[in-house]
């Protein structure tokens, strides 16, 4: 069974850093271009950035402050966000897709989600 277990989140004054985790289980992590995707209330949930299997290659939407990366001998993929802002308040979510390029944006496409942890940023 394919696990995605997010952590990190929590509530964060503009201007600070947190430091999302993804943990995958059940699956071959190596095999797996990574994504992290994020939802707000009432939006729909957008590509926030993706890292491709061996890590060496990156793909962030526009105006992405962030900065991923993953460690195979961990199966575990980060995102690392500073300077945050109001507008990043949402529930972040990591995602995995079997043997895909890092420019891979479209949720559809990913196979496998976790659950999801909230990050919110207060003014």
């Known amino acids: 069974q394919v696990q995605l277990v997010e952590s990190g989140g929590g509530l964060v004054q503009a201007g600070g850093s947190l430091r999302l985790s993804c943990v995958a289980s059940g699956l071959t992590f190596s095999s797996y271009t990574m994504g992290w995707f994020r939802q707000a209330p009432g939006k729909e949930r957008e590509h926030v950035v993706a890292?491709?299997?061996?890590?060496?290659s990156t793909y962030y939407a526009d105006s992405v402050r962030f900065s991923i990366s993953r460690d195979n001998t961990k199966n575990t993929v980060y995102l690392q966000m500073n300077n945050l802002k109001p507008e990043d308040t949402a529930v972040y979510f990591c995602?995995?897709?079997?043997?895909?390029?890092?420019?891979?944006?479209?949720?559809?496409?990913?196979?496998?989600w976790g659950r999801g942890t909230q990050v919110t940023v207060s003014s």
């Open positions: 890292i491709s299997i061996s890590g060496s």
């Open positions: 995602a995995a897709v079997l043997f895909s390029p890092a420019r891979t944006t479209t949720p559809p496409r990913y196979q496998y």
